[in-house]
């Protein structure tokens, strides 16, 4: 295999079998030897996630921390990327998502030194593909089975026993079960997913009967379609096997959990199941203000959505105990404590199996629609947490739940459900803002738009917002004022004054990040008077920071820190720590253009460390920058070099680019800073700062001192 990757003209090696055949292990096995002849290395990636091939790309660039690049394409990113690196990339699990292998093709002919190394059930059938089928595990020879040695080393036999210790720690080979083990072995085909399913009975079954129960469903083994690798049929039967021994609660559990795409929690599973109490997911916080439910929904109301008349309801207190039986037969797998609540998953070809088996039961439909009930129900209980004080805890979740959040879009997408989708994306949007999933978010929005044009008003409103700012991160400005004016024409239509202030305060930002200050001054004016009409404080916070924002840019320092302080004093009056880091950095900055160094420096550590609790990336960089222009107009040339360039390289990871404003704010101090460090301690120093990850980065902005610069960087003119 190592071999086969070493020769010039594999540059696409595909390795294919059924599931459990031991793609992903020889993969990663054969790509660990390889690993260093390679200059940049090997990258991993998973893509048993997607269910949408218009993703894979996307999962790619993610998984090289890349995003779509200011008015460019994601394909020219990942081919800039790629093209003068030497690198191995394996993809995994490609068999669902065919119809983009030309994604592989095309990234390998405009990237001549990087070799894909691919695991799929099915070769991907494009150009330059050299195909490799998975061996079985070898079996013992009859030989091999007189020497109890030579027996243990082979390599299905040791599975296998390896397997039954984790069970039974006392289990061992010896020479009367040695025969029947390597029966076993032989019966199973050498599959390493089969051998671990037949050694964790060993538990309750000792080796001789399990070879009983094998060979009693020999015939079946055989049974599948005549065009179905012989092996898938086994694999199958194999899994059929250990679910036969299921009773029927822990039947239908286990076609229920195979709706799961990723890992799920207790929870999950328990609400699935029917006997899920409403509780939120684990966060320690209590009922959200009732005044908000009618917008986002609560567990409680979720909860009351009725379950198909056919769902088999168990009793409460047994979901634990059966999901606890799944993982000893081995068709669940625990995963670990996410803080207080267990989580478990299921391999992806067991899972499959039980999706079969839930389709066969005839309640695949509602299963997957109680899914998606869960899913929206998070979804609007947790999004419109993310501008609440424990942020950080629902971003979390959100992010832990990814997977199966898009699953369930998926479903309600290829069911036309267009206003549930619309409910779901609009909920969603300000997670996919703050963890920076702006390609993905804005496909979503999009598709809900277009799906949930009957979709009530209010919830049209959100999606277009949310697309309106998922384009304005992406500095698509055209499509932002596009989407922002519909939400303004929609919000007076329906008499909503405050969704007419916050589209306003948007068309302002644009108007700003175009240079349209007097523009953006008149809409932020208007929107603060119709939040004060309309008692909405957050949206007068917001506006007030804003505004403060053109009044720095156009270095009117006194107005700016009038406007800030007025926008600090409410956030701290009414507890809306949302909007306190980046308004603490605005004010940090005013700061450091008045020369108040000591004052900046402890705005921008109380700015950083709320940005850190919440886990806001952008805020964090942020801060981290304006560290750095004070540690320039201080006399702090290489630290404040080193923190741009850091700054610069995390940006480019969350697609998170610079303003135009921002950037010419930026740009007078540079020509002293080179002038400082000469051009070579210049670019020495700012490559030191690309290499620094975010938690090297924010440790150095933080030693930031004020000192007492001889002289300081003239202030740009933005007028």
């Not at 020769?7 to 990663?28: I, V």
């Not at 939120?280 to 609560?298: A, C, F, M």
């Not at 804005?442 to 049209?460: C, K, N, Q, T």
């Not at 024409?489 to 302002?508: K, P, S, V, Y």
């Amino acid at each position: 295999m190592a071999a086969l990757l070493q020769a010039p003209r594999a540059r696409l090696l595909t390795l294919t079998g059924p599931g459990g055949t031991g793609k992903t292990r020889l993969a990663l096995e054969a790509g660990m030897r390889v690993a260093y002849d390679f200059a940049d290395g090997a990258v991993f990636i998973d893509l048993a996630p997607l269910r949408d091939p218009a993703l894979v790309l996307s999962e790619v660039a993610t998984t090289l921390g890349l995003r779509e690049a200011t008015g460019r394409v994601l394909r020219d990113v990942v081919h800039d990327f790629l093209r003068e690196r030497e690198m191995l990339l394996i993809v995994d699990n490609f068999e669902h998502l065919l119809a983009a292998a030309p994604v592989i093709s095309d990234l390998l002919a405009a990237c001549p030194r990087v070799t894909a190394l691919v695991t799929s059930r099915a070769s991907l059938r494009v150009g330059g593909e050299q195909e490799y089928p998975v061996p079985t595990l070898r079996l013992p020879t009859k030989e091999d089975t007189r020497d109890l040695m030579v027996l243990a080393r082979n390599e299905a036999i040791a599975v296998f026993v390896d397997r039954a210790q984790a069970v039974r720690p006392d289990f061992g080979l010896t020479p009367e079960n040695a025969p029947v083990i390597a029966a076993i072995c032989a019966r199973l085909d050498g599959l390493p997913l089969a051998l671990e399913l037949a050694a964790a009975r060993v538990k309750i079954l000792p080796p001789h009967a399990l070879l009983a129960r094998l060979d009693a469903r020999l015939p079946l083994l055989t049974g599948g379609a005549r065009d179905a690798p012989q092996r898938q049929q086994t694999l199958r039967d194999a899994i059929a096997w250990s679910y036969d021994l299921l009773d029927g609660a822990e039947q239908t559990l286990f076609q229920e959990l195979s709706v799961f795409p990723a890992r799920f929690t207790l929870e999950a599973a328990e609400w699935l199941a029917g006997t899920g109490r409403g509780v939120e997911p684990s966060s320690g916080r209590g009922d959200v203000d009732t005044s908000r439910r009618r917008q986002v929904g609560t567990w409680s109301d979720a909860q009351a959505l009725p379950l198909s008349p056919h769902h088999p309801i168990t009793p409460a207190a047994s979901t634990l105990d059966l999901l606890d039986s799944l993982v000893a037969k081995s068709l669940v797998r625990y995963e670990g404590d996410l803080g207080i609540e267990p989580s478990y998953a299921m391999l992806e070809t067991i899972r499959e199996f039980g999706s079969e088996r839930l389709a066969a039961s005839g309640r695949d439909v509602p299963v997957r629609q109680r899914h998606a009930d869960w899913a929206l129900a998070l979804a609007e209980q947790a999004g419109p947490q993310v501008m609440e004080p424990d942020a950080a805890v629902w971003l979390a979740v959100l992010e832990r739940e990814h997977a199966s959040l898009r699953a369930a879009m998926t479903w309600l997408a290829e069911q036309q459900d267009g206003e549930r989708l619309a409910r779901m994306a609009g909920a969603l949007w300000p997670f996919w803002e703050e963890h920076a999933h702006y390609p993905e978010g804005r496909h979503w929005l999009e598709v809900a738009l277009d799906l949930g044009h009957a979709a009530p008003a209010g919830d049209r409103l959100r999606l277009l917002t949310g697309a309106g700012t998922m384009a304005w991160r992406q500095t698509d400005f055209a499509q932002a004022i596009f989407h922002h004016e519909q939400a303004l024409t929609l919000a007076r239509e329906m008499g909503d004054r405050e969704a007419e202030a916050f589209a306003l305060n948007n068309l302002g930002a644009q108007a700003m990040e175009l240079g349209h200050f007097d523009d953006a001054r008149t809409r932020y004016q208007a929107t603060i008077a119709i939040a004060r009409e309309a008692g909405t404080v957050h949206l007068v916070i917001l506006a007030l920071h804003n505004l403060g924002e053109i009044q720095r840019m156009q270095h009117d320092s006194a107005a700016a820190l009038q406007s800030k302080e007025e926008a600090l004093a409410l956030a701290r009056q009414h507890a809306m720590s949302w909007g306190l880091p980046s308004i603490l950095t605005g004010l940090g900055l005013i700061a450091t253009d008045l020369g108040d160094y000591d004052r900046a420096i402890a705005l921008f550590h109380e700015s950083l460390a709320l940005a850190v609790s919440k886990g806001n990336l952008g805020t964090i960089i942020d801060g981290i920058e304006s560290l750095a222009r004070l540690a320039a107009v201080t006399g702090q040339a290489q630290q404040s070099v080193r923190l741009f360039g850091a700054g610069e390289a995390l940006r480019e990871e969350l697609d998170f680019p610079l303003g135009p404003n921002d950037r010419a704010y930026r740009e007078p101090i540079m020509p002293s800073l080179r002038e400082a460090l000469g051009e070579e301690g210049f670019t020495t120093a700012w490559a030191d700062g690309r290499l620094l990850s975010q938690d090297e980065a924010l440790a150095d902005a933080l030693t930031v001192r004020a000192m007492r610069p001889p002289s300081r960087p003239p202030v740009p003119d933005l007028t």
